[in-house]
């Protein structure tokens, strides 16, 4: 099983500055990945699959790099409205199960 | 508008069973991969359960295995997940998700890979004496 590793943990930033959030597979997983956004109380939202593609509606702050084994979203001039848990995922071994990382908190 | 709802969660005594829908509407259910999702409090998400589109093919998280089974029923929209002998463990917000496609074609084939695009927003299951 493919484990997924994200650092930090724990990522204090401002409002105005840019957040990179690194994500890390235990094997090659391509460029089979992708980020969420998680909010208290809501569901998870898709922000970028294929490791760098944004999904319908995401802003362009949020970008997404890698391949392989590590890979890193960005996100620039932060707005208060991203402050939230992060959590990439992998969806490229076969049979699942397809594992997440274990998430990244970006707060103020 | 896409949309996946839940349904079905409550609180349950360990060693019973639940069985928790999701209805979706605005695209054609039949023609995508669906997943369950689950979220204990306070932790991470886990990846639970896929299931094809013809209903066949399934795929379980390794502590669910002979626990838990997913179905759907096409001509419904619905997707359910069949929870027994459940334990205080279990105990998280369940989360359906629609797995849309990505092609990549290597040496000539074709390979498909399957992101989850569109989530529902989830239901509670307690599992507790």
């Known amino acids: 099983e493919v484990v997924m590793t994200q650092s930090p943990a724990t990522l204090s930033v401002s409002p105005g500055e840019r957040a990179i959030l690194s994500c890390r597979a235990s094997q090659s997983v391509s460029r089979n990945l992708a980020w969420f956004q998680q909010k208290p109380g809501q569901a998870p939202r898709l922000l970028i699959y294929g490791a760098s593609t944004r999904a319908t509606t995401i802003p362009a702050r949020f970008s997404g790099s890698g391949s392989g084994t590590d890979f890193t979203l960005t996100i620039s001039s932060l707005q208060s409205e991203d402050f939230a848990i992060y959590y990439c995922?992998?969806?490229?071994?076969?049979?699942?199960?397809?594992?997440f990382g274990q998430g990244t908190k970006l707060e103020i | 508008e896409v949309q996946l709802v839940e349904s079905g969660g409550g609180l349950v005594q360990p060693g019973g069973s639940l069985r928790v829908s999701c209805a979706a509407s605005?695209?054609?259910?039949?023609?995508?991969?669906m997943t369950w999702v689950r979220q204990a409090p306070g932790k991470g998400l886990e990846w639970v359960a896929n299931?094809?589109?013809?209903?066949?093919?399934?795929y379980y998280v390794n502590s669910v295995k002979g626990r838990f089974t997913i179905s759907r029923d096409n001509a419904k929209n619905s997707l359910y997940l069949q929870m027994n002998s459940l334990r205080a463990e279990d105990t998280a917000v369940y989360y359906c998700?629609?797995?849309?496609?990505?092609?990549?074609?290597?040496?000539?084939?074709?390979?498909?890979?399957?992101?989850?695009?569109?989530w529902g927003k989830g239901t509670a299951v307690t599992v507790s004496s």
């Open positions: 299931i094809k589109q013809d209903g066949i093919e399934k």
């Open positions: 605005g695209f054609t259910f039949s023609r995508y991969w």
């Open positions: 995922q992998q969806y490229n071994n076969w049979p699942p199960p397809y594992s």
């Open positions: 998700a629609r797995n849309s496609p990505i092609t990549e074609t290597h040496g000539g084939l074709d390979y498909y890979y399957y992101y989850m695009d569109v």
